[in-house]
Each structure stands twice: as structure tokens, then as C-alpha cells.
Nanobody
């Protein structure tokens, strides 16, 4: 599985961005998908996950502001980010998982200015 993330950029605090991740997978619908992020000097952390069945979980820090969704017909997963804060600045990574196997995308930079 290859993952290509896009949609990052520079935005002012309070603004919005939509990240997208395109997956090359013959059976995308069976994959659990997730967005992670890693800020400088910090460990990579889970932001949002969506299971094959559509169950969604968010990190407490992004609840009510971020929304993850998937389009199985287009092999894509999205992350809508609203009310962005400077602490959301990080490289955002797309992850796919099937059983014990995981795949990572290359990351897209999100920078939020105050």
C-alpha cells in the first residue's frame, strides 16, 4: 500500500485546512486509516482514526475541531481541520493498517501562525 498525503500549508490561527490521503490499495475498504502528527522535538501522536467499519476516534486535543472521513470509492481519507491553533503545527502523516501490518505516507507540513 502506498499513501500520498496532501493539503498541508501555512494558515493563521482560527483558520481551516483539509488534508487528503490517497491510497493505492486493491481493497482500501478493509483498511483502518488514521492521521498522526509529529511536532519538532515531540513524539508522533495519533490525531484521528477511522476503522474499516467507520468507527471514529479523536485525540482529546482535536475533538470538536477536526473531522476524519473516508471515501472508499476513491481510496481516500480526509482530515478536515477547523479552528486551527499554533499547537497544531506539525508534520501530519497518513497511516493505513490491516491486521498487524501498517503503512505510512510521507507526511505533509501544517504550520499555524499566531
Amino acid at each position: 500500500v502506498q499513501l500520498q498525503a496532501s493539503g498541508g500549508g501555512l494558515v493563521q490561527a482560527g483558520g481551516s485546512l483539509r488534508l487528503s490521503c490517497a491510497a493505492s490499495a486493491s481493497r482500501f475498504s478493509v483498511l483502518a486509516m488514521a492521521w498522526y502528527r509529529q511536532a519538532p522535538g515531540r513524539e508522533r501522536e495519533s490525531v484521528a482514526t477511522i476503522s474499516a467499519g467507520g468507527r471514529i476516534n479523536y485525540a482529546d486535543s482535536v475533538k470538536e475541531r477536526f473531522a476524519i472521513s473516508r471515501d472508499n470509492a476513491k481510496n481516500m481519507v480526509h482530515l478536515r481541520m477547523n479552528d486551527l491553533k499554533p499547537e497544531d503545527t506539525a508534520v501530519y502523516y497518513c497511516k493505513a493498517k490491516w491486521g498487524s501490518v501498517t503503512w505510512w505516507g510521507q507526511g505533509t507540513q501544517v504550520t499555524v501562525s499566531s
